[in-house]
T-cell receptor, first 111, second 113 residues
């Protein structure tokens, strides 16, 4: 079983602060995805990173894929209350493209 | 825009009872998945299907069975429910393409007492 470890598990910050969430594995993935989940809803894709070292930006969110394609990070600049949610990383592997999810980071941004 | 629809949304079962969760997608996706989500454990893959008539085991398949008789439907069955199967279940689907997005249903909250 390929494991993805996310840290921190919980994060509570004030509006305007910056934060970074980490996703680490000992396995290599063909790509890595980040999802955000709101209460009572299913996860929704934010981004997919494919190439080792790749950096993608989505407004105030910056995603990076590690050079060895084993880890990734999500950095949020000037967090807003609307960023509150559960952030999940997911590694894609295998011919059936199974998505293996990390345990998630519950982010709360206080106004 | 229905996307992925799961039924029911909530269910309470007694230990030993059986039930079937239905997942339907209208996006003509080849791949479908069943996950369970427990606090602090993210989503864990139960079973998946790469096409009509095919199924395969995921990370935590014990106590569950699945069927994909039609491309648009993926059924998850619990033959004899146990309290350890109390969880939120999510169905997802995706296209048969590299690095494609998985679309999720809204989940089914199952409690086994």
């Amino acid at each position: 079983t390929q494991l993805l470890e996310q840290s921190p598990q919980f994060l509570s910050i004030q509006e305007g602060e910056n934060l970074t969430v980490y996703c680490n594995s000992s396995s290599v993935f063909s790509s890595l995805q980040w999802y955000r989940q709101e209460p009572g809803e299913g996860p929704v894709l934010l981004v997919t990173v494919v190439t080792g070292g790749e950096v993608k930006k989505l407004k105030r969110l910056t995603f990076q894929f590690g050079d060895a394609r084993k880890d990734s990070s999500l950095h949020i600049t000037a967090a807003q209350p609307g960023d509150t949610g559960l952030y999940l990383c997911a590694g894609l592997s295998g011919s059936a493209r199974q998505l293996t999810f990390g345990s998630g980071t519950q982010l709360t941004v206080l106004p | 825009n229905a996307g992925v629809t799961q039924t029911p949304k909530f269910r309470v079962l007694k230990t030993g009872q059986s039930m079937t969760l239905l997942c339907a997608q209208d996006m003509n996706h080849e791949y479908m998945y069943w996950y369970r989500q427990d606090p602090g454990m993210g989503l864990r893959l139960i079973h998946y299907s790469v096409g009509e008539g095919t199924t395969a085991k995921g990370e935590v398949p014990d106590g569950y069975n699945v069927s994909r008789l039609k491309k648009q439907n993926f059924l998850l069955g619990l033959e004899s429910a146990a309290p350890s199967q109390t969880s939120v279940y999510f169905c997802a689907s995706s296209r048969r393409r590299e690095n494609t997005e998985a679309f999720f249903g809204q989940g089914t909250r199952l409690t086994v007492v």
